[in-house]
T-cell receptor
C-alpha cells in the first residue's frame, strides 16, 4: 500500500528516444509534483498540478510534457531524450499546494 | 522567487555528537519551514517542520529553530546515531500571492555522516 508509487524505478535509453514515467498516489491529495534531482543531489521542482490543473511549470523544456488524467495520477512524458536529461525524477504529492510533500521512490533515468 | 542557501554541504560527526545545519532564505513572506531527510535510494521524507508563528520545535532528538528577522532556520540533531547518516534538505515555502504559488524551494542539501 505504497503512498506514492512511480514506475519504472530504473530507465536506460538511447538519445533521441521518447519515454514515459508514471506516478500514482493513494493519499487522496489534491496536488502532485515532478521534481528532478541531479548528480549533485540538487532537487528542483519541474511541475505542479492541483486537481488535474497545471499550476507550476518551472521553465522546463517543452520536450517534457506532464499529463494528469485524474488527481491521483501524474505522468511525465519526455520526447527526444538528451544526455543532460539523465537524473533521478521524483513524483510527490501533498494535501495542499506547498504542504508536506510525500515523495515516491524515484526513477533513475540514464540516457546513453 | 525564493533563494535558499544551506550550510554546510557536508558534515561528519562522531556518534553521540550533535549536528547543526543552517538554512538561509530570501522571501520575507515565507511562512512554513520544513526539513527533509533523504536516505540512499529513497525519496526525501519530512522529519520536522515549523511555522512562522513559532521560534522552536522539538521532536525527540531533532529540533528546528527559526529566526524570521534574520531569515534563517536551523536543524539540530542531538545524540547522533549512524542511522542519522543521510542527505538533509531545508525547503522553505515562499509566500503565496501574485505570481507565487507557495511552492517549496529545496536547499542544496547537506550530506551528514555519523561515524560509529
Amino acid at each position: 500500500d505504497t503512498a506514492v508509487s512511480q514506475t519504472p524505478k530504473y530507465l536506460v535509453t538511447q538519445m533521441g528516444n521518447d519515454k514515459s514515467i508514471k506516478c500514482e498516489q493513494n493519499l487522496g491529495h489534491d496536488t502532485m509534483y515532478w521534481y528532478k534531482q541531479d548528480s549533485k543531489k540538487f532537487l528542483k521542482i519541474m511541475f505542479s498540478y492541483n486537481n488535474k490543473e497545471l499550476i507550476i511549470n518551472e521553465t522546463v523544456p517543452n520536450r517534457f510534457s506532464p499529463k494528469s488524467p485524474d488527481k491521483a495520477h501524474l505522468n511525465l512524458h519526455i520526447n527526444s531524450l538528451e544526455l543532460g536529461d539523465s537524473a533521478v525524477y521524483f513524483c510527490a504529492s501533498s494535501l495542499l499546494q506547498g504542504g508536506e510533500a510525500f515523495f515516491g521512490q524515484g526513477t533513475r533515468l540514464t540516457v546513453v | 522567487g525564493e533563494n535558499v542557501e544551506q550550510h554546510p554541504s557536508t558534515l561528519s560527526v562522531q556518534e553521540g555528537d550533535s549536528a547543526v545545519i543552517k538554512c538561509t532564505y530570501s522571501d520575507s513572506a515565507s511562512n512554513y519551514f520544513p526539513w527533509y531527510k533523504q536516505e540512499l535510494g529513497k525519496g526525501p521524507q519530512l522529519i520536522i517542520d515549523i511555522r512562522s508563528n513559532v521560534g522552536e520545535k522539538k521532536d525527540q532528538r531533532i529540533a528546528v529553530t527559526l529566526n524570521k528577522t534574520a531569515k534563517h532556520f536551523s536543524l539540530h540533531i542531538t545524540e547522533t546515531q549512524p542511522e542519522d547518516s543521510a542527505v538533509y534538505f531545508c525547503a522553505p515555502r515562499e509566500g503565496a500571492g501574485g505570481t507565487s504559488y507557495g511552492k517549496l524551494t529545496f536547499g542544496q542539501g547537506t550530506i551528514l555522516t555519523v561515524h560509529p
